[in-house]
C-alpha cells in the first residue's frame, strides 16, 4: 500500500472510527449507576458467567503492547477491560488527536453481549443501564467526537426497549449493541420489539461478535468449541453470516423499512460467496418465506453495512477491489480501527492506494449513512 | 454455459461422481445385519433422534421430482431414506448408463452422521455396521462402477476404528463418511484414532453435513437454530470451514501426512477469504499451536479437496474462474451430482464453457488422486 498517498489525502478528509473499545478501569467505576444490592453482587460476583477461554493470543492482554506502560498498566482483574480503552484523555489524545478521528463510535467492551448471556435478566439489563450511564458521564460528555452503542440485553427484550427509550433521544447515541452469539438468531421475531424501539428512536444496530459460546449462548459453531484463539477468530464469518441470513429471510427488513444495521470487526470477503448463495437458494426456496419479496443480496445492500477491521490481505493486489466490487462497492464498508486491541487497523495504513471517492466514502461517508450521524463541526455551525 | 461444448467433450472424459446418495428402501432391509436385539429396536424405535425440521424444501421429500412415479413412490416412512435412491437398478440405469458415470462414491443417507449423534455408542455402531453390510451386497455388488464410503460412529473411535479395520481393505472401500456438525471439531485429538485407521487402511475421509443440531451435537450455529431450511443451507459454509480449521490448527496433517479429505456438498467459494485470513492470523499468532510448520492454506492445499455441487452461481461470469484460480486451481475440485437429491447438478450442464484441462480435473483426476481410486476398466485390465 502507498501509505504516502494515505497520509497526504486524509489531511482533508473526514474520519470516522466506526469501533472504538472503551470500558471503565476498575468495576467500582460501575458502582454509582447500580442499586447497592447489584453493586454488592457485581463486586462480589462480577458477571457470574465464563469469558476468556479464547483469550486475546496477542499483543499485552489483547492491548497494543505500545498502549502500555507504567501510568497505562494492563488490569488484570478484568479481562475484557484489560484489553480495551479506560483513559478517557489518553484516547482523547492518541486516537482522536493522534489519527485525526472526526468521529469515534464507542462500543464497549462486550458488556452487553455479555450481559445477554446471563440467566438473571433484570442482573443482566441493569449492568447495561449502569454501563451506558457510565459512558454518558465520563466518555461522551468529554469530547464532543465520541457517539455511544447502547448496551442492551438482547434477551430481554421489554428491558432493552425501556433501555432504548430511556437513552435513545441522547445526541451521542446513534446505535445499541448486539452480541452475535445468542440462543437464536437476531432476524427472530422474538427480537421485533427491539427494532421497534431502535426505529421509534433513529437508532441504528451494531452487532459485534465476542460472547459465542459464553453463559446461556450455545456453542460457537455446529462442531461445538475450537481449541485455540486462532481458530475461534477463524470462524467469526459464521458468527455474522447466520445473522445476516436470519434478517433477511424473517423479513426483518420489510417489517422496519428503515433500520440499518452496521456489522463490526468480522471482516467482509466472506460475504460475496454468501450474496451469490443466497440469491440463488431464493429462487429455487422462496416458497417457504414468502415475505422475503426482493432479491435477498438487495436486503442486505440496502440494509446493512460492514466495518473494515480487521483488513483483508489477499496475496493477490486485485483481489479486495474484486471482492469489494462484488459485494456492492465502497458503499458497503466503513472504517473502524478497534482501538486499541493488538490487532487494530491503522487509519493511515489501510486503503492507501484505493481512489480518493472510494476512500471517502469507506473513511466517513457509509458509517455517517448508517448511523445517522452529524460531525461536531456541523452542529456547532447549526 | 455452452452445453454443447460440454456435450461433446464428455463422450472421451472420464466422469467420477463424488456424492451419490444411497439408502434402504424399508427398515426391514437392515434386519439381517443387526442382532435380533438391536433390530428390534430400530423396528420400534428407529434413530430415536429428530431429523427433519430443516425438511428439504424442495422436488418431492427432497428428490429430484422427476425420479418419483409409481413404480418409484417416495417412503414417507423414513425422511433421509426417501429423498435418496434405494433402487440399484433404477440407479444404474439413470445416474450411470444415463449420464456416462464411470465411478460414484457412495455415500449414502446421513446413517453415520445421525448414528453418530445417538446416546448409545454400541447401538449407533451397531447400525453404521449394518448400513455398511448392506450396501457391500446390495450396492457394491451390483456394478463395477460403485465406490462406498464407509459409514461409522464418529463419537466411538474405538468401534470406528474397529469397523474401518474390518471392512477397510474391500476393494471398493475408499472412504469413511464424517458428517460436519459434532460435540466438537474433527481436528480434535479424540478422532486421531479413527484418522490413524484411515492411513493405515488406505481410505480417505468424507465430510458432509445432515447432522448439525441433532441429537447431542450442539445448535447449527452460535446463534442456535434458524428457523426455516434456506438458512440452515446457507450456513453450510460454516459448518465446513470449523473443520477445515480445525484440521489445520490441531496439526492433523503434520500427524497424518497422508491423509486426504474430501468435502462434499458445501460448495467452495468460502474458501478463498478463508485461506487468506488464515494465512494472516497465523503470522500474527502461530506461537499457541506451534506445530503448524507450513502457511495454513499450504494444509488445505496439500491434504483436503471440495465437491462441486451445489455450484456457485455468481452474476459475474468471470468470478467462478477468479475464485477458482484464488483457491489453488481446478485441482482442489471434484465434480459431485448429489444424486437424486431435488437440487442435484448434471455434469451435462456444468462447466460447460470451461477449458478440458481443466475439466478433466474436475470431472475426474482430482476425486481419482483424493480417494485413490482405480477406474473398472484399469482394474479388469491388471
Redesign the interface.
Known sequence: MNNEVGMRSRKKMTLVDTDVHHTFKSKSDLFPYLSKFNAERFAEWGFGIQVGYYAF??GRAGRRADLVDEKNPTPGEFVFSGASAYDVEDTRKRLLDGNGVDLALLTGSGIGPLASAMTDLDYASALCRAFNDFSLEHWISKDPRFRLALHINSQDPAGAVAEIDRLGSHPAVCAIMLG???????G?RFYHPIYEACVRNGLAVAMHFGA??VGT???????????????N???R???Y???V??FV??GVFEKFPSLKIGMLEG?F??L???L???D???K??R???PWVKKRPSQYVKEHIRFATQ?M?????PN?LK??ID?IGGPRMLMFSSDYPHW?WDDPKMILGDFPEEFRRRIFSETAIDTFGLTLPSMSEAA
Do not use: K
Not at 180 to 186: K, L, M, N, S, V
Open positions: 493470543n496477542g452475535c452469539g445468542a440462543p437464536r438468531p437476531f427472530h459465542e459460546g449462548n450455545p456453542p460457537p459453531s455446529a462442531a461445538g468449541f475450537s481449541s485455540y484463539y486462532i481458530e477468530r477463524l470462524m464469518p459464521s458468527f453470516s447466520v445473522n441470513v436470519s429471510f424473517e471482516g470477503a466472506w460475496a460467496p454468501l451469490w448463495r443466497m440463488l437458494d431464493w429455487g426456496l416458497r417457504q418465506t480487521p483483508e490481505e489477499p496475496e493477490d483481489a474484486q471482492i462484488w490487532d
